[in-house]
């Protein structure tokens, strides 16, 4: 299945409730799937959906702007490339990953998403297929912009049964430039599953110490990091280069730049 190259707005117009279906578009019990070069804006709920057994699936160059939900919700779904793709003004998260597996989150940008820019999360549900587990497992991020001003965490993990930890889930983050407002906006800069409580780490030092994750990573404070148009300012790019991780061959081929390339965020215009 592919869409590329198309306009998703303003979807849901009769205000179904979002779950179980409604969003822009929602696709279910597929294999070898690729959604490059769309936008989804200012659909009422999820602008992008997948769920109920998607496998080998690559999102690519996309626009998820001001849409009321989460620009791009991943759930039940196995084998996700995630990849130079912009996440802006999303009511929700940028990227809401639930019951998935195996999703790698590469060289995208977000800004401004209301709730978190990514969050993740294990529910109750669990499957004895090999595949589809149901248990968020293996989910990297890597060479991403994440710049925030609001609410209470930029970055979530989370267990419902607060029993398992975000080491156990083999949640790992590097490479990653973030950016908030101030040390209190927001005060967590990472909401972390930890077993019976939430651990909320306030700055990179003690996501570091805690996790040991995000080991090569900045975090800046005050002026965004972003132009307008949402590249990163000269400021950071002058940076970028001691953060950043050189971009697998199989992420590069994928997103049009060569093996080894270090770069932050998506690296391709926004569209527009």
């Given at each position: 299945?592919?869409?590329?190259?198309?306009?998703?707005?303003?979807?849901?117009?009769?205000?179904?409730?979002?779950?179980?279906?409604?969003?822009?578009?929602?696709?279910?019990?597929?294999?070898?799937?690729?959604?490059?070069?769309?936008v989804?804006?200012?659909?009422?709920?999820?602008?992008?959906?997948?769920?109920?057994?998607?496998?080998?699936?690559?999102?690519?160059?996309?626009?998820?702007?001001?849409?009321?939900?989460?620009?791009l919700?991943?759930?039940?779904?196995?084998?996700?490339?995630?990849?130079?793709?912009?996440?802006?003004?999303?009511?929700?998260?940028?990227?809401?990953?639930i019951?998935?597996?195996?999703?790698?989150?590469?060289?995208?940008?977000?800004?401004?998403?209301?709730?978190?820019?990514?969050r993740?999360?294990?529910?109750?549900?669990?499957?004895?297929?090999?595949?589809?587990?149901?248990?968020?497992?293996?989910?990297?991020?890597?060479?991403?912009?994440?710049?925030?001003?609001?609410?209470?965490?930029?970055?979530?993990?989370?267990?419902y049964?607060?029993?398992?930890?975000?080491?156990?889930?083999?949640?790992?983050?590097?490479?990653?430039?973030?950016?908030?407002?101030?040390?209190?906006?927001?005060?967590n800069?990472?909401?972390?599953a930890?077993?019976?409580?939430?651990?909320?780490?306030?700055?990179?030092?003690?996501?570091?110490?805690?996790?040991?994750?995000?080991?090569?990573?900045?975090?800046?404070?005050?002026?965004?990091?972003?132009?307008?148009s949402?590249?990163?300012?000269?400021?950071?790019?002058?940076?970028?280069?001691?953060?950043?991780?050189?971009?697998?061959?199989?992420?590069?081929?994928?997103i049009?730049?060569?093996?080894?390339?270090?770069?932050?965020?998506?690296?391709?215009?926004?569209?527009?």
């Amino acid at each position: 299945f592919v869409l590329s190259e198309s306009v998703i707005r303003g979807n849901n117009s009769e205000s179904f409730k979002q779950a179980p279906v409604s969003g822009g578009v929602k696709i279910t019990t597929s294999q070898n799937v690729l959604i490059s070069a769309n936008v989804f804006e200012q659909n009422l709920t999820d602008g992008l959906w997948f769920d109920a057994e998607v496998s080998d699936v690559r999102v690519l160059g996309n626009k998820f702007v001001d849409n009321g939900g989460n620009g791009l919700e991943l759930e039940m779904s196995s084998g996700v490339l995630v990849a130079n793709n912009y996440f802006i003004r999303n009511v929700k998260s940028g990227i809401y990953i639930i019951d998935s597996n195996t999703i790698s989150v590469w060289n995208n940008t977000f800004h401004d998403n209301k709730s978190y820019s990514v969050r993740l999360f294990q529910d109750t549900r669990r499957s004895s297929d090999p595949v589809f587990s149901m248990l968020v497992r293996d989910v990297s991020l890597k060479n991403n912009v994440l710049s925030y001003g609001a609410g209470s965490c930029q970055y979530l993990v989370d267990d419902y049964e607060k029993k398992i930890s975000g080491q156990t889930m083999r949640v790992k983050s590097e490479g990653n430039a973030y950016h908030r407002a101030g040390p209190s906006s927001p005060a967590n800069l990472v909401c972390w599953a930890n077993g019976a409580k939430l651990a909320s780490y306030k700055n990179l030092a003690d996501f570091r110490s805690g996790t040991g994750n995000d080991l090569r990573s900045s975090l800046s404070e005050g002026a965004s990091i972003l132009t307008s148009s949402f590249q990163l300012t000269p400021a950071a790019l002058a940076n970028s280069s001691s953060v950043a991780l050189p971009i697998p061959a199989a992420v590069a081929s994928a997103i049009g730049v060569p093996a080894d390339t270090r770069r932050l965020g998506a690296v391709t215009p926004i569209l527009k």
